[in-house]
């Protein structure tokens, strides 16, 4: 864990000592790259939470989704079709909400003494049952 928040704190002292010059032409592309390892990272914090991490799975994502969301809106660059810039935000943002549940449920499943998750058929048909008797 201290490991992780070292690797942080020198990646944003880093960011913030380093100067960078992004081209109005390579923005969107790194605006994409980014979406994509927050979506990593977030699909590797749900992944911790419910005890299922790897890293060598969590660093190949990490890298292929930039790559392949950047591959994406650069296709859709040559073709003239600015869409596919927002048709991949969509995507990667969506999964990022997705993550965030599933890592949400995994705290309340630790902290909770019951299933945040109901189990829909038995809880239907509990109800169903309560309002059965009560006529």
């Known amino acids: 864990m201290w490991?992780?928040?070292?690797?942080v704190a020198v990646g944003i002292v880093a960011g913030l000592w380093m100067p960078y010059?992004?081209?109005?032409?390579?923005?969107?592309?790194?605006?994409?790259?980014?979406?994509?390892?927050?979506d990593s990272v977030f699909g590797g914090i749900a992944a911790r939470m419910k005890k299922q991490f790897d890293i060598m799975i969590f660093f190949t994502g990490f890298f292929s989704n930039a790559l392949l969301a950047?591959?994406?809106?650069?296709?859709?660059?040559?073709?003239?079709?600015?869409?596919?810039?927002?048709?991949?935000?969509?995507?990667f943002a969506l999964r990022m909400f997705q993550n965030l549940a599933a890592m949400?449920?995994?705290?309340?499943e630790k902290y909770s003494k019951k299933s945040p998750i109901p189990n829909?058929?038995?809880?239907?048909?509990?109800?169903?049952?309560?309002?059965?008797?009560?006529?």
């Open 3 to 7: 490991i992780a928040l070292a690797a």
């Open 21 to 38: 010059n992004l081209t109005p032409a390579m923005a969107p592309y790194v605006a994409i790259a980014i979406v994509a390892a927050i």
């Open 70 to 91: 950047a591959a994406i809106v650069y296709m859709g660059y040559i073709i003239g079709i600015d869409i596919m810039f927002m048709a991949v935000v969509v995507v």
């Open 104 to 108: 949400r449920y995994a705290i309340l």
């Open 120 to 135: 829909h058929r038995n809880h239907n048909r509990r109800i169903l049952h309560k309002r059965a008797v009560k006529r």
